[in-house]
């Protein structure tokens, strides 16, 4: 298993970033980079997820589990080869072809990293997206700014408004009036409760 120090040193030179340039996109010092990569110190949770979505690898590769998330994942394709061989070649032909749906996440603001929102909405996405995973829905879970309604959201099967963005409900649905949309309640937000909207989506779209 590498020390996380080592995953952001490596994926640091990979990019042929220096210490100070990643420091100035994660509004940290050159000093607190340093002391990560010298297993010093380690970076908080929101730090972490920030350098997941900076250099697009998962959290779980940042702290060394690459080899589990392999084997978890060669257990996920094991399980799916078991229900495909229950299947009758016509139901699966089916299947196969069955779009997949669309949830989209509007958030009020966009990370300092990415375009997709605040880091509380794409942490709230990546559970949706693990859940829908694991139970095999054809439901895919995106997040983006304001910005990007009127060119995403014709897009979606289903919307869902952080509580900040909840104001603009009215106006977003006289865009969008066949699109259900739900405004994220302030406890499910804060607390991250994927459970709870993941069920509310499966109802909508099945």
């Known amino acids: 298993m590498l020390a996380i120090g080592k995953q952001i040193k490596k994926l640091r030179t990979e990019k042929k970033m220096t210490q100070k340039e990643l420091a100035e996109i994660l509004h940290v010092t050159p000093q607190a980079v340093s002391k990560w990569e010298r297993e010093e110190s380690n970076p908080d ?3 972490l997820l920030d350098l997941s979505h900076y250099f697009h690898v998962s959290v ?7 080899q589990t998330s392999f084997f978890d994942s060669l257990l996920s394709k094991a399980k799916g080869r078991k229900r ?7 139901e699966f032909q089916h299947t196969e072809n069955i779009p997949e749906k669309q949830v989209i996440i509007f958030d009020i603001v966009f990370s300092f990293i990415t375009d997709s929102g605040l880091m509380q909405t794409q ?5 949706l997206t693990q859940l829908m995973k694991k ?4 439901i895919q879970i995106n997040t983006y700014d304001s910005t990007k309604v009127d060119e995403e959201g014709a897009k979606a099967n289903y919307i869902l408004l952080t509580p900040a963005f909840g104001y603009a409900k009215e106006e977003i649905q006289k865009k969008f009036p066949d699109t259900p949309i739900k405004i994220i309640s302030k406890k499910d937000y804060g607390m991250l409760n994927a459970q709870i909207l993941y069920e509310e989506i499966v109802r909508k779209l099945g």
């Open 135 to 138: 139970s095999n829905k054809n």
């Open 123 to 127: 942490l709230l996405q990546q559970r």
């Open 84 to 90: 495909m061989g229950n299947k009758q070649p016509n």
């Open 60 to 66: 779980d590769e940042l702290l060394g589990n690459k």
């Open 45 to 47: 949770i929101q730090l």
